[in-house]
């Protein structure tokens, strides 16, 4: 392999910020994670606050919602608007006592990835952290990560992805499995377009050797359960099963965001659009209560979205809002 190649980095006990007034609380949620996590602990907001701008290696944060000086939404607040990418993009995670839906909706508004209630146990907690943190690496590591992968000799380091047969083989075997024990399931379409610097339109398909690149970077950024396909020479898609779609849909920015920072074709004049349709099996559902889908109608939405998108010059995440918005 070639020396100059170092793969995504994960660090092996990621640390975690814990914001909550209440030592017992901090104990207990510590004991929890102690040995598969680092932690840090503030007693409120404004001391978590400046812990996570002095210390660049926390990776995920949980908070308590009442706390003195700055309340958990200040806290979320001020992270979600943080001049830092770094900062901007950390998932937050709002431990509260209460899990009603107008809880779930203002802490879902304010910026939070995902909420869970104080009597959760350790197996929960453990695996809702294990899923977030899996998701949350920076958009500066996926870039380095790009980048590296590019340096790549010919045959070092690809992986084989699978074909749309497999992927379509796959995935409905997790369909299946989430409309059985009512998980979800969500569906990535990442569309890339190369287009000219300055210029909207769009110039040749991407070359061979950058594809491979991107293709890579998706199969180590997703869990090993999530399916990973090549599905034409520009198009990928990946399908992955009881996901947070909030947590998807940060990684679908980050990948995105990353091929577009990547600048690797900056010295022929050139730019990459990456567009991201999106679309999970809960989305389905709300729109039609009565209906069981097959997996090829959430991949035809995704795929509409992404080459929409692509079609418009939009380099993100194409939910059904941003399609409205396209359209």
Known sequence: MDASFQPLQT??????LIADDSRIVR???MKQVQGIFDFSEACDGEQAWDILQQDSSIRMVLTDLTMPRLDGYGLLSRIRQAPDERLRSLPVIVVSGNDGPEERERAQEAGATHLIVKSVNTAQLLSQLNELMALSTSQHEYVQGLQNLMRLPEGVGERELLSPEQMFECARKMLQYALRFKRNVVVLSLCIGVRNVGSPHQAPPP???VMKAIGDLLHASVR???VVAKVSAAEFAVVSGSTNVEAAQRLAERLSGAI???EILEEQGLAFIASCGIMSLDEFQVGHPNEIPDIEQLWNQAHTRGRLGLRNG???VINREQERQLQ
């Open 314 to 316: 939009y380099s993100g």
């Open 224 to 226: 090993e359960t999530d």
């Open 27 to 29: 104990a207990a949620i």
């Open 11 to 16: 660090v092996l006990k990621p640390r975690i």
């Open 260 to 262: 577009v920072k990547a």
């Open 207 to 209: 070359l061979a050797g």
